[in-house]
Nanobody, 123 residues
C-alpha cells in the first residue's frame, strides 16, 4: 500500500520560504511521477509541480515557476518542494500525490494522495 506523508507546512511572512517534504513508502517508486498540488479555501485542487522519479524531469504551474523547485532524494524516498518568495496567494493546503507513469501528469488524476499540510502566508 502506497503511503505519502507530507510535512514542513506552517506560517510564514510574505517573501519568506518553506520546504515541504513528502515521504513515500510501500512501493518502488522508480516508475512513478510525484506531484504537488494545493487547495485554497473555496477553490479546487490545482497542480503546482511534478517530477519523474526515474529521470528527474520536472514541470511547474506558471504561477510558481521561478519561485518553487521540486526535487527528490532517491535514498530517502522523499520528494521536496522548496518554496521561495511566498505570497498570500500561495496560502493553501498542499498535497503530495503519486502515479505510476512515464510522463509527468499535471491533472489531479493521481491514485495516491497524502493527507496534506497547511501553508499560510501572511501579508
Amino acid at each position: 500500500q502506497v503511503q505519502l506523508v507530507e510535512s514542513g507546512g506552517g506560517l510564514v511572512q510574505a517573501g519568506g520560504s518553506l520546504r515541504l517534504s513528502c515521504a513515500a513508502s510501500g512501493r518502488t517508486f522508480s516508475s512513478y511521477v510525484m506531484g504537488w498540488f494545493r487547495q485554497a479555501p473555496g477553490k479546487g485542487r490545482e497542480f503546482v509541480a511534478a517530477i519523474s522519479w526515474r529521470i528527474g524531469s520536472s514541470y511547474y504551474a506558471d504561477s510558481v515557476k521561478g519561485r518553487f523547485t521540486i526535487s527528490r532524494d532517491n535514498a530517502k524516498n522523499t520528494v521536496y518542494l522548496q518554496m521561495n518568495s511566498l505570497s498570500p496567494e500561495d496560502t493553501a493546503v498542499y498535497y503530495c500525490a503519486a502515479k505510476q507513469s512515464i510522463v509527468v501528469v499535471t491533472t489531479t488524476n493521481y491514485p495516491y494522495w497524502g493527507q496534506g499540510t497547511q501553508v499560510t502566508v501572511s501579508s
